[in-house]
């Protein structure tokens, strides 16, 4: 009896929540309303099964319960029964199925006007291309990836000189157009999804897949990696951002092409050592570093990550933040390197510094830090010596006031929160794996002894 009576409150409770729970889709954006449809399909069929089969349980256990004097009858066979079951289940799968298989020959079958994306994953970040005037991409390759090619892009093929490139993880499409999203991995397996698109596809390195839709609201639209196996897949972020087709023109035209991203010019040290002169005064003659002043360590940091600060301190994505205090008294620096190569000279004179060992001012405990760096070391190495590919820094070295600062920073969404800070967003969910202060002292403590 009491198990009957669960399996009704089960019923009842489970439509209930169905009901009142705010966990359903989100509202859509594309022209994939066949797969909201599908999907409720489903769930009207298995809903119905589900109450039908347990109240069933529910009401036999109750009709047919034990009672003195009576004895169950043995009936192994009942084709009525079997032929009847059979049928209903058929008739309930094919119902779930049949409609799937039409909307995945629409989902297979793309548009001939859609336009072409490429979408490149990495661990742990999106990129995009885009063909050129000349409306192909040019051949690609793995092994031509280089810090200068990060897509790997075939330098002796001509269809390749124009692609435009996107070295961001932020996409623009126009609104109601088909795009056909071509997906391709650097690395391992990882899977572009777009909850408010209806789509979601795996990248298979070696190969190439492909989605499409047609965006149908303005808006911005979070890309996620739905990717379960390996580490961090759920830090690569980026968004797409539905436009107008004037507002999408215009964002076009400011992306590089692949030739001209080839001939960007390198930063000068020697120009650059006369910039840092104003520098100095808080960072240290060697960017050694000072505590008092609150001015971390630059010496030896990538002139890539150095460069990147800069400009996000230039544009207010970092050093803006109402409770930054310390960002706050950096950005009017960085608003002093405003003659074109400024930022690149005075970069490439930082990487140039020698950096000296780092002090320990908090006393964590190394060890216990340890345990906690595995994770940090997938990005930032494994002896915290940075991994430009990865766009993490150096951290080894760097001063364990500064650093903890940082983590605390990003936990606190006082850095990394900016729409724009799209390598600042995964260490803001990185730094939720520190959950204490003694986790903070004991992870820099650690990265103290690289
Ligand atoms: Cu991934």
Not at 55 to 65: D, P, S, T
Not at 84 to 112: C, F, K, N, Q
Not at 309 to 335: F, N, T, V
């Amino acid at each position: 009896m009491k198990i009957a009576l669960a399996l009704i409150f089960l019923v009842v409770l489970s439509v209930v929540f169905h009901l009142v729970s705010p966990w359903y889709l989100t509202p859509i954006a594309s022209n994939w309303t066949a797969i909201d449809d599908t999907i409720s399909l489903t769930f009207w069929v298995t809903g119905l099964v589900f109450i039908a089969v347990n109240l069933f349980l529910a009401y036999v256990i109750i009709r047919y319960r034990a009672r003195q004097g009576t004895k169950a009858a043995y009936e192994p066979e009942n084709k009525r029964i079997e032929i009847a079951l059979t049928v209903v289940t058929t008739l309930g799968v094919a119902a779930m199925l049949a409609p799937g298989l039409i909307v995945w020959d629409e989902v297979i079958s793309v548009p001939e006007e859609a336009h072409v994306v490429e979408a490149i994953g990495q661990q742990w970040q999106w990129t995009f291309r885009l063909p050129g005037d000349d409306g192909q991409l040019g051949t690609v390759d793995a092994r031509l990836v280089t810090v200068t090619n990060p897509f790997g892009i075939n330098p002796t093929d001509a269809n390749g000189q124009d692609d435009i490139l996107v070295d961001s993880n932020e996409l623009h499409l126009p609104i109601d157009q088909p795009v056909k999203v071509l997906l391709r991995s650097k690395d391992v397996l990882h899977n572009f999804a777009v909850p408010q698109f209806r789509v979601k596809m795996d990248l298979v390195p070696g190969t190439t897949t492909y989605l499409w839709f047609t965006p149908t609201r303005k808006g911005s639209f979070e890309i996620l990696c739905e990717e379960l196996c390996g580490l961090a897949h759920f830090t690569m972020r980026g968004r797409i951002l539905v436009d107008s087709a004037e507002d999408y023109q215009q964002w076009l035209g400011q992306q590089p092409t692949f030739s001209q991203s080839q001939q960007v010019v390198a930063g000068n040290p020697e120009q650059g050592q006369v910039a840092y002169t104003m520098c100095a005064g808080c960072h240290g003659q060697q960017g050694e570093g000072n505590q008092t002043l609150n001015a971390p360590k630059l010496a030896g940091m990538g002139h890539w990550y150095i460069a990147r600060q800069l400009s996000y301190y230039q544009q207010g994505i970092r050093g803006r933040h109402e409770k930054d205090i310390y960002g706050q008294q950096m950005a009017p620096m960085a608003a002093l390197l405003a003659q074109p190569n400024a930022i690149a000279d005075v970069s490439a004179y930082i990487q140039s510094l020698d950096s000296g060992p780092a002090t320990d001012t908090l006393g964590g405990d190394p060890e216990r830090g340890q345990g906690f760096y595995y994770t940090c070391g997938t990005c930032h190495g494994a002896v915290g010596q940075g991994n430009r590919g990865l766009n993490a820094p150096r951290l080894a070295g760097q001063h364990d006031w500064y650093i903890k600062r940082q983590l605390q920073n990003f936990k606190q969404g006082i850095r990394g929160k900016h729409k724009q800070d799209v390598y600042g967003v995964q260490m803001l969910l990185m730094s939720n794996i520190l959950q204490d202060e003694q986790a903070l002292n004991d992870i820099t403590s650690y990265i103290n002894t690289l």
